[in-house]
């Protein structure tokens, strides 16, 4: 089992950036392929970005490509996830999600495990 606990988010103007953190606590943390999602209100959940248990492999949504940036530490147990560039339409609640033992990144939230309480990103225009 595996704890998540999301930091980093707040109000940014459009253009700028933003260091979102995922700090995990539990056991063999390196057994589960990581991602972030995030919900807008009205709206369902979607996949951000994810990154494969080694760190070797990273995927994300063709809307954030090229402007957020998803990595691991095995070390420290911690996913950070930078955003740059910014837009009004990134606004949402993003969450940290682990799924366990999976052989690659998955952007589907059913195969994910373990969610954090999310943490609110707000980019003003």
């Known amino acids: 089992q595996v704890q998540l606990v999301e930091s980093g988010g707040g109000l940014v103007q459009a253009g700028g950036s933003l260091r979102l953190s995922c700090a995990a606590s539990?056991?063999?943390?390196?057994?589960?392929?990581m991602g972030w999602f995030r919900q807008a209100p009205g709206k369902e959940r979607e996949f951000v970005a994810g990154?494969?248990?080694?760190?070797?492999?990273?995927y994300y949504a063709d809307s954030v490509k090229g402007r957020f940036t998803i990595s691991r530490d095995n070390v420290m147990n911690t996913v950070p996830l930078q955003m740059n560039s910014l837009k009004p339409e990134d606004t949402a609640v993003y969450y940290c999600?682990?799924?366990?033992?999976?052989?690659?990144?998955?952007?589907?939230?059913?195969?994910?495990?373990?969610w954090g309480q999310g943490t609110q990103v707000t980019v003003s225009s």
């Open positions: 999600a682990a799924a366990w033992r999976r052989a690659q990144v998955t952007s589907t939230a059913y195969d994910y495990d373990y």
């Open positions: 539990g056991r063999a943390f390196s057994n589960y392929v």
């Open positions: 990154i494969s248990r080694s760190g070797g492999s990273t």
